[in-house]
């Protein structure tokens, strides 16, 4: 190897380690953004505790409020929705009067349903404290969950959860708590 050569190479080396301690920061600041994203929708009160992580959650507060207790953990899209639609015969509240199959301009039928068909209170969601949420989960308006709550992934929670809860499926049912003494390296203290 030449002295051309090792010199092209040591300061490319040098250069590596340059734009490295340069580029780091940025690339930590950009993360930031990826890894605790969340759309808020709705005219309800959303309350995120201290350290709650959330990556790509959809918190919709249409029908009531969300609290978030500290260090609650949201995995890859999971929905927090309070967003209730009434029916009424079989159809939306909003349509009820509109006969669909004769309905010839179909731009005037309500897209959203409004306030007639959208309740604007009474649903709300409170998550507590240390929980983890996995990813796909669904929470559905009107719904308490405990403090140090596991919800498993892509399951439904329709229903008040305990303290310490392992859930899963759709409906979520109990399966397990965060506080056995089978196993004392996956205990979960809130």
């Given at each position: 190897?030449?002295?051309?050569?090792?010199?092209?190479?040591?300061?490319?080396?040098?250069?590596?380690?340059?734009?490295?301690?340069?580029?780091?920061?940025?690339?930590?600041?950009?993360?930031?953004?990826?890894?605790?994203?969340?759309?808020?929708?709705?005219?309800?009160?959303?309350?995120?505790?201290?350290?709650?992580?959330?990556?790509?959650?959809?918190?919709?507060?249409?029908?009531?409020?969300?609290?978030?207790?500290?260090?609650?953990?949201?995995?890859?899209?999971?929905?927090?929705?309070?967003?209730?639609?009434?029916?009424?015969?079989?159809?939306?509240?909003?349509?009820?009067?509109?006969?669909?199959?004769q309905?010839?301009?179909?731009?005037?039928?309500?897209?959203?349903?409004g306030?007639?068909?959208?309740?604007?209170?009474?649903?709300?969601?409170?998550?507590?404290?240390?929980?983890?949420?996995?990813?796909?989960?669904i929470?559905?308006?009107?719904?308490?969950?405990?403090?140090?709550?596991?919800?498993?992934?892509?399951?439904?929670?329709t229903?008040?959860?305990?303290?310490?809860?392992?859930?899963?499926g759709?409906?979520?049912?109990?399966?397990?708590?965060?506080?056995?003494?089978?196993?004392?390296?996956?205990?979960?203290?809130a």
């Amino acid at each position: 190897m030449g002295p051309t050569l090792a010199l092209s190479i040591l300061i490319i080396v040098k250069l590596r380690i340059r734009l490295r301690s340069l580029l780091r920061p940025v690339v930590r600041y950009l993360a930031f953004f990826h890894y605790n994203t969340y759309y808020h929708e709705g005219d309800g009160k959303l309350t995120l505790g201290h350290r709650v992580g959330q990556c790509n959650v959809l918190f919709n507060t249409a029908s009531g409020d969300i609290t978030v207790g500290d260090y609650t953990i949201f995995g890859y899209n999971t929905m927090i929705l309070t967003g209730r639609h009434f029916f009424d015969g079989g159809k939306r509240v909003s349509l009820k009067d509109i006969d669909l199959t004769q309905a010839v301009l179909k731009e005037h039928l309500g897209w959203g349903g409004g306030p007639e068909e959208v309740p604007p209170r009474g649903f709300d969601i409170n998550i507590g404290r240390s929980c983890f949420i996995a990813s796909g989960a669904i929470i559905t308006g009107g719904v308490t969950l405990g403090h140090g709550v596991l919800v498993c992934a892509n399951a439904v929670v329709t229903k008040d959860v305990p303290d310490y809860a392992i859930v899963a499926g759709i409906p979520a049912k109990t399966i397990g708590s965060t506080m056995s003494d089978e196993n004392p390296d996956t205990r979960l203290r809130a």
